[in-house]
Structure formats: structure tokens, C-alpha cells
């Protein structure tokens, strides 16, 4: 997989500093979490091919994840795309849209298929040949969901070396073997699979998690994630105004790294108020060390 | 007065190319003209103080001219703006808006007054101390209306050497010279008011026409403006696809520049097919000379 930070900051955007959203390269094409102001302009800066584009996921319908989809969605009719777009989010989402566009009088080149995320439990909202979405209902002002990308089991690696001892074995026999097959001879005797090949390299996962309070009942649905991007919009100064506004603090983030024992932590959404966020990243390592902060053009491949 | 152009791209913009949006600084206030999105950001980029805007008028509903509305009337809440602001735009727009901010359950911390603009007929659609803007019904694909902003004449200015002669006229008459009055004597004779006042600077006007087919019709209500800004989607070999999509070529933007006889043309709204949209100020400039190219942070003073 491949994360590129689009934009990480919270509201209240300022020149450079745009508003949440990623692009995250999975099975082949490029998944786009949340749709700040400016994404389409983020994406093209950071090389995010629009034609590689097939799903769109939206957490919550804040202007801040939320007013760079129109424009988006408008740039692709211009571009002339013909292929179906699928678009994930809360369910005012698709009225919404409705409306701008029809406000503007323009018709869409291409099918978009809008499919409602609710926020009442956490389930499977995408199957994919190479990867699965779940969503991850959170705690914010308005319906919100987070959402884990998960990676599905690659096949098996050859082992050449001990494939090369067996000359019965014949390039027929390849994909079963990959399949975790055992391979049988024409006598009936079979050779274990394990003895074949090697374990393929394991699944990954990414995990999305904004905007939202605390919420430790998410460490279930998040767990074994390679990287974990949570929201910090708050300093631990600050946790008062974190729980009124329903936001967390990078403590509070680190701490649901921690107990979800992810690989990475990556912070982000900061709060304005903040002129160097380092101060929420030096809060978050002290309580999870293998923590990063999020920037512009961000890009992690894990 | 003094106008800042923070955006003069048309749609399918690319990094550092932003859509439709200027500031104009009119009686002591920026007006704002159309909202491409990245504005907020923009204004921010080129010190237009949020607290000294007051109006903001849109021309049309496409996105290029709209979608960075959303975001700064956010931004003013988050700000906690408290003074009124005023929205002049075509009819939908209040509408849509309304389904924006439902959908984000937000409420504004400020009075938002909504004035309906019709592109049915030029009017008066604004009266302040200081100047007045008028509306002119352009030719599009939908319903779309430029703007021109007129400064109010300015007092007189006295002439202190002619005023030193005449030691009669005292402080208390200083008020009724300015506003073109006759100096009278205690005994009934008359000094010309034009002996003792200089006339004011004309008075400035500017004209944001965007976007539209060539439309000589709009000639006799922009005639006399200082500056007129004339959208330039197409070159002159594109002429057909500007008829096409009601858009007007740099050579159709001069010919209105030079029969209004405006001061000075600046030409904007660039289609991305031209790489060095130069091409468009030359063949502007064949018609008429005193042509400029926008760009993002150019600024105006006139």
C-alpha cells in the first residue's frame, strides 16, 4: 500500500494548509478518503492519476472533509471520464449532491454510484478482488465513520530451489501450488505444500480514524493495522475543549495505537491554533514512540 | 479603489491555478466577486482582512465560480464572525446553500442576508454610502450576471489660496463649498462656488464580466468603467467552441473593451488548453492595447 497526505489540517485552512484528505494506493487503484477544499488541486500536485480513481470515502459531512467533492466530481465530468465512480458516505450525502449539481445545471459524463455508509455499527461496505473496506462507526458531532482498508491474502511464493529437486512437477502444477495445494504425484503420494512454497508476505491494513472524541471501543475493528492515521486535533492543554467538541487529543490518539498494537501511528487534523504541531507529536510519542506526523505530500508506503 | 485577483482560471484547475475569485476594495470595504474554491485560502494568501468583508456577489452556479463558497462562509463561523454579510447571487443559490449547512447541521454566528440577483434585466442591485453596483444580464449557458461597482462623485475640494483671499468665509461654510455650494455674504452678494473648490477625482468604476458569449449588448452599461475585467476562456482559432459554450475569445473581449471605451482591460478565465495563455494577450492586444493578463495575486489600483 501507499498513503499520500492530500491535506491534514483541520478547518480554518491557510495558505498551504489544506483540509483533510488522502489517497491510498490498494489492489491497483487509488482510494480517496475524505474530500477537503482543494483536493483536486492536491491531486494533481502529488501525481494521483484521475483515471486510477474508482472509490471515494467520506467520513462525515463537515465542510472541511467535505467541500473540495464537488469541484472534484465536476473536474471528472470535464475530463470527459466515462467509467463508474463509487462514492461512500453518510446519507445526506447523495441529496446534497443532487442539489449542487443541479444547481449548476450540469450533467455527470460518467455513472456515480452512491452507496450510504451508516454509522450505527461497524460492517463490510467494500469487497474488492484484492482488498476489503469496513467501516468504524465513531463518536463526533454529526454521523461519522472511519473506515480499515484491508489487503486479502496474497497466493503463496514459489520455492524454486525446492520445486527444482522434483522434476514431476510441472508448470501445470504452479497455480495450485500458489493456492496452498499439496502436490500429488501420479502414484497417488503426495508432497506437503509447505515443503514447496513460502508464506506469502502478510496483508496489510490502514486504518482512518477522524474526527472523533476518544473512543477506545474502535481498538477491535482497527487492531493489527500497519498504519493507523487518528486524528489529533488537541494538546493535552487543551482536553477539555477535545471532549466539548468531540475531538481528541494526541495523547489520546497514541493511546489507541498503543492498545490496538498498530505498526505506525500517523497524527493529524490539527487544530489552528497550533503554529507547530510538534507539540502534539512529542505528547503522542510519549505515550506511543513509533508515531509520525502528518504533512502536505506526506507519502508512506508500507 | 483597488482590486485583487485571487483566482482566473476557469474549471479543471491545476496546482497554483485557482478559480474565479476577486477582491475589490470599494469604499472602505473588499467586495467580494465569485468564489472559486481554494478562495478563503486565497484571501488569507493576499491580506483581504475577513473582517471588512461585507458583500459578496456570484455570478453563476458552475462550479468554478462557486465551490470555495461554502469553506469561507464556514470559516467566518469558525472565526465567530458576528456582523451581518450579504450574498447576491442567482436565485438557487440560497436554496443550495441551505442544503449545505443542513447537511453539515452547522448554524452561522452571524446574520447571512441572501439578495436575490434576476439576469432578466440590468439594475441596481446595491446602494452604499460610497458607491453602487449594478447588475448587466450576460449571455451563457445558464442564468448569469456581471457586475459593475461605481464609485458615488466626491465632494469638492476647497482651494485654500482662492478660500485665503476672502477672509469672511469662515470654518462653518467650509461643509456647503464641498458639496458645490455658493458662498453667500451677510450682505446677499454671491461668491461662485467655482471660484473657491477644485472639482473631485472622477469617480472610479470597475466591471467583472464572467462568464459569456460575446455580448456587445452589455456595451452601454460598462461604458466609462476604469477597468474592465472581460472573461478569455478561448483563442481566436477556437472560436467556434466558444460559440459553442457560450464563452468569448481574447479578440471578442477586446472588441468590447475598445467600443465601451474602458480605461484598461484585463483579460482572465483562461481555458487549461492554452500552456502559455500569452497568445490570448496578443491577439487582445491587437484590438486593443492597453490589455493585461490576470494572474493569481495581481493587484490593481485605479
Chains 1, 2 share one sequence.
Not at 75 to 103: C, I
Not at 116 to 122: E, G, L, S
Amino acid at each position: 500500500m501507499e498513503l499520500r497526505i492530500l491535506g491534514c489540517h483541520s478547518a480554518t485552512p491557510k495558505p498551504g494548509e489544506f483540509p483533510s484528505a488522502q489517497a491510498l494506493m490498494a489492489g491497483n487503484q487509488w482510494l480517496l478518503l475524505d474530500a477537503g477544499e482543494g483536493m483536486q488541486m492536491q491531486l494533481r500536485r502529488y501525481k494521483v492519476k484521475f483515471g486510477r480513481i474508482k472509490h471515494i470515502f467520506i467520513t462525515h459531512l463537515h465542510g472541511d472533509h467535505l467541500y473540495g467533492l464537488f469541484g472534484l466530481l465536476s473536474t471528472l465530468r470535464l475530463l470527459d471520464r466515462r467509467t463508474e465512480l463509487h462514492l461512500h458516505g453518510p446519507p445526506p450525502l447523495e441529496r446534497l449532491l443532487d442539489e449542487v449539481f443541479r444547481a449548476s445545471q450540469v450533467e455527470l459524463t460518467y455513472p456515480l454510484h452512491f452507496h450510504t455508509v451508516t454509522a450505527d455499527r461497524p460492517y463490510q461496505i467494500l469487497d474488492e478482488k484484492h482488498f476489503t473496506v469496513h467501516s468504524v462507526p465513531l463518536r463526533h458531532r454529526l454521523p461519522t465513520t472511519g473506515y480499515v482498508i484491508r489487503e486479502k491474502p496474497k497466493p503463496r511464493k514459489l520455492n524454486p530451489e525446492a520445486i527444482a529437486r522434483h522434476p514431476e512437477i510441472g508448470i501445470w502444477a504452479y497455480h495450485k501450488l500458489k493456492a496452498g495445494e499439496d502436490f500429488i504425484r501420479e502414484d497417488g503420494s503426495r508432497i506437503p505444500n509447505d515443503e514447496l512454497t513460502l508464506p506469502p508476505p502478510p496483508p496489510r491494513q490502514y486504518a482512518y480514524i477522524t474526527d472523533t472524541a476518544y473512543l477506545p471501543g474502535i481498538i477491535p475493528h482497527i487492531e493489527g493495522s500497519d498504519v493507523l492515521y487518528h486524528e489529533a486535533t488537541f494538546a493535552d492543554a487543551d482536553a477539555a475543549l477535545a471532549e466539548k467538541t468531540f475531538h481528541s487529543t494526541a495523547r489520546q490518539a497514541a493511546m489507541v495505537a498503543r492498545d490496538a498494537g498498530v505498526g505506525k501511528l500517523v497524527i493529524g487534523h490539527f487544530s489552528s491554533r497550533y503554529p507547530d504541531p510538534r507539540v502534539l507529536l512529542d505528547e503522542a510519542r510519549a505515550v506511543f514512540p513509533n508515531t509520525e506526523m502528518a504533512f502536505e505530500g506526506k507519502i508512506l508506503s508500507f
